[in-house]
């Protein structure tokens, strides 16, 4: 496990992660404290407890959204586009348009999902165990 050093909502947090996961952890820490800085800064929320749990409310909620694209997506589309013919009708560039619609939908399902690691343990603080919400309001 490797220790990283950063920032949520300008207090320091020392975290541990898996060996190779540590740019997946920065990117989940700055996603995390954009979603609790915008709140912060609409001035109408002042304690950190409240503004990490509607922070991650609203992750939550885009990772819904994402899931019903997702799923909306994948009963549009064939499990496996079938391959280019010669001469065909025209339906690849249809096929290739939804399997690349739908890569881009997975990448971003996958940014989500990395923000919410420290729920399914991939993420740990210094104690080994996971962090949450009630961590960030010390």
């Known amino acids: 496990m490797n220790q990283v050093e950063v920032k949520i909502l300008q207090q320091s947090y020392t975290l541990a992660c898996k060996e190779g996961q540590e740019d997946r952890l920065n990117e ?46 994948q009963a549009q589309s064939p499990h496996a586009a079938p391959a280019p013919q010669p001469g065909g009708t025209g339906d690849e560039g249809l096929a290739l348009a939804q399997s690349q619609a739908l890569q881009a939908l997975v990448g971003k399902l996958d940014g989500v999902l990395a923000q919410l690691a420290p729920a399914s343990g991939g993420v740990a603080d210094r104690s080994g165990t996971a962090p949450d919400a009630s961590a960030l309001a010390q």
């Open 28 to 73: 989940a820490v700055r996603a995390v404290d954009l979603a609790m800085t915008r709140i912060h800064d609409t001035g109408k929320v002042r304690a950190r407890d409240r503004i990490a749990v509607l922070a991650a409310l609203n992750l939550a909620y885009e990772l819904a959204d994402l899931r019903e694209q997702l799923q909306r997506l």
